[in-house]
């Protein structure tokens, strides 16, 4: 018998010249490319996920000050899976096993349970369909409360975006376009939330009008989108030649963060930017903003699209 790989099951979809890679760890986006191009900074399929790339986040994304909250007048205390910044981060079905439910040449359907535990006592159903379409690769994400009482829910999705090959400091020559008035300051140790202000007083991080990243260096979460007619904001990432990457959602997401991969992965620094549509804003467990309440026996549901320029 074969041994699973480490990113877990491999399912691969082609259609419309795109080319996706999804990994049952996590209902992981560990590949996109389209004619032959990446789109997206993957990994091999048989190594733990570095740095979330294309990982799930739910039932919240980014990171919990402390790893405490209160919802509802009750005190919960999660494990600090960041202990250099003493948070929670990233949720807790990043690193679940998904089961395929429905595939075929052009979707999958991944599901899993998250059970009650300790700092997050609910039980909470995700499914996370895949599909293949003419704009490219569309990530739709259902919860759904399995649980007697409400649950504190957000919804976020971790890709890396390349505009060009990656490699040591590539981002730095693409153009980037972020049409969005607000941007949330994070703190540069812990990077938590350290208040939400007009991007026009932080002209550094002002993208309305596409422009090279240079070294700017990310880790902010955008909102006050300008929204298309139909509701949709996107964030559009292009290199030298034009050819360029986008991603966009509805309006069941109103944060993106940003975040210019200035860790290190295998030595490389700046080699993709992630580029994270979510629900909620970082530490939303604590501040409520955008947090979603899901009422027992009911679901919300989020998703985006990625897609070549």
Do not use: K
Not at 6 to 32: D, H, K, M, N, P
Not at 198 to 216: C, K, Q, S, Y
Not at 252 to 260: E, I, P
Not at 261 to 269: N, Q, T
């Amino acid at each position: 018998m074969a041994r699973t790989p480490l990113s877990g099951e491999q399912c691969i979809l082609q259609a419309f010249g795109y080319r996706a890679e999804i990994a049952t760890v996590g209902a992981t986006v560990r590949g996109l490319s389209h004619e032959g191009r990446e789109l997206v900074a993957g990994f091999d399929a048989d190594r733990v996920r570095p740095a979330m790339r294309g990982a799930l986040l739910v039932p919240w994304p980014n990171r919990v000050a402390d790893g405490r909250y209160a919802f509802q007048g009750e005190i919960h205390r999660l494990p600090l899976d960041e202990p250099e910044t003493g948070t929670a981060v990233h949720g807790l079905v990043a690193w679940s096993s998904f089961l395929a439910t429905e595939v075929d040449a052009e979707s999958i359907t991944l599901e899993t349970t998250l059970e009650p535990r300790p700092g997050y006592p609910w039980r909470l159903r995700v499914r996370a369909v895949f599909r293949l379409e003419p704009g490219g690769l569309r990530q739709e994400i259902r919860v759904h409360n399995d649980s007697d009482r409400a649950a504190p829910v957000g919804i976020g999705g971790h890709p890396y975006l390349l505009a060009g090959p990656a490699g040591d400091g590539a981002i730095d020559g693409w153009e980037l376009e972020v049409d969005a008035a607000e941007v949330l300051l994070t703190s540069r140790q812990r990077m938590l939330p350290e208040g939400l202000v007009a991007v026009d007083e932080h002209p550094e991080l002002d993208f309305r009008i596409p422009h090279r990243i240079g070294r700017t260096r990310f880790n902010n979460s955008y909102t006050g989108w300008r929204r298309s007619p139909e509701g949709t904001a996107a964030v559009e990432l292009r290199g030298p030649d034009g050819s360029g990457v986008r991603i966009a959602w509805d309006r069941r997401c109103d944060w993106a963060h940003l975040y210019s991969s200035d860790e290190p992965v295998d030595g490389i620094r700046r080699m993709a930017l992630a580029v994270e549509p979510m629900t909620c804003p970082p530490d939303a467990l604590n501040s409520g903003r955008g947090l979603l309440t899901v009422d027992p026996g009911r679901s919300t549901d989020a998703g985006w699209l990625l897609g070549a320029l």
